[in-house]
């Protein structure tokens, strides 16, 4: 299977893909590679216990974790690569939809297509209830610091990471696997911050309960979604 083999000297070294984490008062200027029909969306289920935390969902009917609780449904993730001029390297985002709907209104607004001009996002809030993103064309302005942002070089855009990787499902052995490797012996974790608090509905697992038991979140069957804008 393609999602298991990792491609490139820098790419094994620095353990596969890297996704930005974007900071309150940290504004980062990028250059989006994916967007309008290019946006890939997927479902996936967050367990901080588990390795990996992040559970690529392969539909509801066959995931161990949707079986272990009917109630307890994956949340949709948005993934796409951008370019970051600073580093000089293509990085992955996965935000929720409401907070890509709200970067695509804000680009609207600017008149920008940020696949073709730089822009600027800016994240306000750090937990589940108060964090919003907000995006500004990037406009050169030497008197205020800002800096001249070259494109990305025709060699570094052939070599680009894949992004299929990252909306393939896990498979459901794999997930049973997960699974199984904790119940054998690995701690249970409690939830720290981030994505865990932007999980509505996760609760802390009692004395000898496994966390896929715990808590109920409503939403849609999980399966891999391209979102059109």
């Not at 200027?29 to 997927?42: M, P, V």
């Not at 393939?168 to 249970?188: D, W, Y």
Request: net charge neutral; aromatic share 10%; proline share 8%.
């Amino acid at each position: 299977m393609s999602n298991t083999i990792v491609r490139g000297l820098e790419a094994i070294l620095s353990g596969g893909a890297e996704f930005i984490t974007f900071e309150e008062g940290k504004p980062m200027t990028l250059l989006f590679i994916d967007w309008f029909e290019d946006l890939l969306g997927i479902r996936e289920h967050y367990e901080s216990a588990l390795t990996p935390k992040y559970v690529r969902c392969p539909g509801k009917d066959i995931c161990p974790l949707c079986k272990a609780n009917p109630s307890k449904y994956p949340a949709l993730r948005i993934k796409f690569r951008v370019y970051d001029a600073i580093e000089k390297k293509i990085k992955f985002v996965s935000l929720a939809k409401s907070h890509v709907q709200k970067l695509n209104s804000d680009f609207n607004l600017d008149e920008v297509d940020p696949t073709k001009d730089f822009v600027t996002i800016y994240r306000t809030g750090k937990g589940a209830s108060d964090t919003s993103y907000c995006a500004r064309r990037y406009n050169l302005n030497p008197e205020a610091g800002k800096l001249v942002l070259e494109f990305p070089t025709q060699e570094l855009m052939d070599n680009i990471p894949d992004l299929t990787p990252q909306v393939t499902p896990h498979s459901p052995a794999e997930i049973a696997g997960f699974m199984q490797a904790l119940v054998g012996g690995a701690q249970i974790s409690q939830p720290q911050g981030g994505y865990a608090q932007q999980q509505a509905g996760y609760q802390a697992p009692q004395s000898g309960q496994a966390p896929w038991d715990v808590g109920a979140r409503q939403g849609a069957p999980a399966t891999q979604h391209k979102l059109p804008f």
